[in-house]
């Protein structure tokens, strides 16, 4: 395996289905290029990490307080998408209560079991959950790639934003294109 993983984050139905609780358009449109990343990465033999944004039913979550409540478990709207499958044997499926992937879950320790030294970043909402998992990547000394586009909010000038200061400060922003010629390469 390389050192490498991807992190695919939080495409659950809630966010990616047009029935769901917080849905957007712009999920949709980049779920069939997340699928060709993760197909392209399965070949390279990058590990792969899904985070399942999901609030306990029925229990206290900071998080609800001043946004509409989304991604409940048991609701069907925390589910991973069905457009990208999840290998139960190799791939990790790690809960999140909380923007980063990084706070409150094992990510770290199955980043480092793992020998993970580089993280591809694709996924929902670049203005919060991308840009808190890349910052706490950066901050755990992984190089993060965001692959530009792969990542989505529900408006362009806020994504680009976020992805123009990721690129300054914490990572690289690369295209899906430019991600393959890496790995084919073994760059990553």
């Not at 900071?62 to 069907?76: A, D």
């Not at 990721?166 to 760059?187: H, N, P």
Request: hydrophobic share 35%; charged share 30%.
């Amino acid at each position: 395996m390389r050192n490498t993983a991807l992190l695919i984050v939080d495409m659950v139905k809630d966010f990616t289905d047009p029935e769901g609780l917080v849905f957007y358009p712009q999920n949709r449109e980049v779920l069939p290029k997340i699928k060709e990343v993760l197909e392209e990465c399965r070949k390279h033999d990058v590990l792969v990490i899904f985070f399942r944004h999901s609030y306990r039913k029925d229990k206290f979550d900071k998080n609800l307080i001043n946004m509409r409540p989304n991604c409940i478990e048991g609701s069907g709207g925390d589910e991973i998408d069905s457009m990208l499958e999840v290998d139960e044997k190799k791939d990790y499926v790690i809960r999140k209560r909380r923007y980063s992937g990084f706070f409150g879950t094992d990510l770290d320790l199955v980043l480092r079991e793992n020998k993970i030294e580089n993280v591809i970043v694709v996924g929902t909402k670049t203005n919060c959950c991308i840009r808190a998992t890349v910052t706490d990547a950066y901050y755990n000394d992984y190089n993060a790639y965001v692959v530009s586009d792969c990542v989505a909010t529900n408006d362009e000038v806020v994504n680009q934003v976020h992805l123009t200061d990721i690129r300054k400060y914490f990572g690289k922003v690369v295209t899906s294109e430019e991600l393959y010629d890496l790995l084919g390469k073994g760059e990553l």
